[in-house]
């Protein structure tokens, strides 16, 4: 039986580990932490992962602990839709929606899909040896088939394979994410563009508010007091984002800089190790691909794996590069902070959205419209290119 070593355990990391043992690899997935990532945030999962997570099994259990997006779209902040969409549209354009969960949940059920005796915490990773397969560790070398690193935006792996890339770039974005407990009626997804600002909202099983801000800052800034900071920011915008604000605990507010990849690797392999998610392809958050770009890499991998790692190059660097250059040029449009040039962006988003009501979706067909090249066991879908 071929042996593989998975490097994070995060989403990538956990989805790989499954995906490459559901198809006969010995999988050990390497977590530096000691618990699983609890982080208080949410996160979407889109049609595209949906379906790569049916051909492990699990999409239907991840239907039925997140929930759906429902109707959406983009506001100003006085809540005047720009462009918005449905749920019943976006089922019909791509077969599924976009749901969204805790981000510890999804890390459950990754974790009790891969199994306990899959996963070592607490394991920090010191060095990767491409050319042999090994891998060390404080407690030891582990050798290995294949590598795989998902460890994440500052991959210390990706910086050892290829020591001449730049690495990601900042930005110029600062991001804020909270949890809100929500005993009233649920609030409705909205994503609400301002000068150079943005604060996204989502409701969220077990009566839990989801939201994210974005504001232009320098790198590594930060304020004594998180939620104050955000209250200067969009304290006077569209309910319920000033009342999700004053009821925050201020504690559990996260912050950190988006960081992306400007400049693409030249391969996302090198000997026996493969890059997967934020360690081979950072993006700005601004399409909600993130997870889901790594949910596919995972099952592109297992699918190749065994064989020329080239084939998951090919599969997944030219679309991930892409995917990574659209979210950038949405983080772009939302860093406008010029009067003028606001009002011609909303003016020309609202237009458009009323011209043609199906314009948000189709603008997202080339990033949704992907089908795993693995047939689908559970049924939800024929099995298609990668």
């Known amino acids: 039986m071929p042996n593989a070593v998975v490097i994070g355990g995060g989403v990538g990391g956990l989805t790989a580990g499954i995906a490459l043992h559901r198809r006969g690899w010995d999988v050990t997935v390497l977590e530096r932490a000691e618990h699983l990532d609890q982080a208080g945030s949410g996160l979407a999962i889109a049609a595209n992962a949906l379906r790569a997570l049916d051909t492990l099994g699990l999409g239907d259990r991840i239907r039925e602990l997140s929930r759906l997006q429902g109707e959406a779209g983009v506001c100003r902040p006085d809540g005047r839709w720009l462009m918005r969409t449905s749920e019943e549209r976006a089922r019909e354009r791509f077969g599924d929606s976009v749901v969204v969960m805790l981000r510890a949940t999804l890390a459950e059920v990754l974790a009790d899909a891969l199994g306990e005796r899959h996963l070592r915490l607490g394991t920090t990773v010191t060095g990767v040896d491409p050319g042999t397969g090994t891998v060390r560790t404080a ?31 900042y930005s110029g974005v600062t991001a804020w994410r909270g949890l809100v407990p929500s005993s009233g009626p649920a609030v409705r997804s909205t994503e609400t563009w301002g000068r150079g600002r943005v604060f996204g909202v989502h409701q969220l099983a077990r009566d839990l508010v989801y939201f994210y801000a974005t504001d232009l800052a320098p790198a590594a800034a930060r ?136 314009l948000m979706l189709r603008s997202f067909d080339e990033v949704l419209d992907w089908t795993p090249p693995v047939p689908a066991s559970s049924g939800r879908g024929p099995a298609a290119r990668a």
């Not at 925050?248 to 988006?258: E, F, G, M, Q, S």
Request: with cysteine; proline share 7%; glycine share 8%.
């Open 223 to 358: 304020a004594a007091d998180e939620r104050e900071e955000l209250l200067r920011g969009f304290g006077g915008w569209h309910a319920p984002i000033p009342e999700l604000l004053r009821a925050v605990d201020p504690a559990r507010i996260l912050r950190n800089d988006v960081h992306y990849l400007d400049r693409p690797l030249p391969a996302l392999h090198r000997g026996r190790v493969a890059l997967l998610g934020d360690a081979a392809h950072p993006m700005t958050p601004n399409l909600g691909q993130g997870a889901c770009q790594a949910i596919e890499d995972a099952v592109v991998l297992a699918q190749v794996a065994g064989g020329d790692l080239a084939g998951y190059t090919d599969a997944r660097l030219r679309r991930t590069a892409g995917i990574v250059r659209r979210s950038m040029t949405v983080c772009r449009a939302t860093k406008t902070r010029a009067p003028a040039a606001v009002r011609l962006r909303d003016l020309a988003m609202s237009l458009a959205g009323r011209l043609s009501p199906d």
């Open 139 to 169: 407690a030891g070398d582990l050798r290995a088939d294949l590598v795989v690193a998902a460890d994440g935006i500052h991959s210390a792996t990706r910086s050892a394979l290829f020591p001449e890339h730049p690495g990601p770039v």
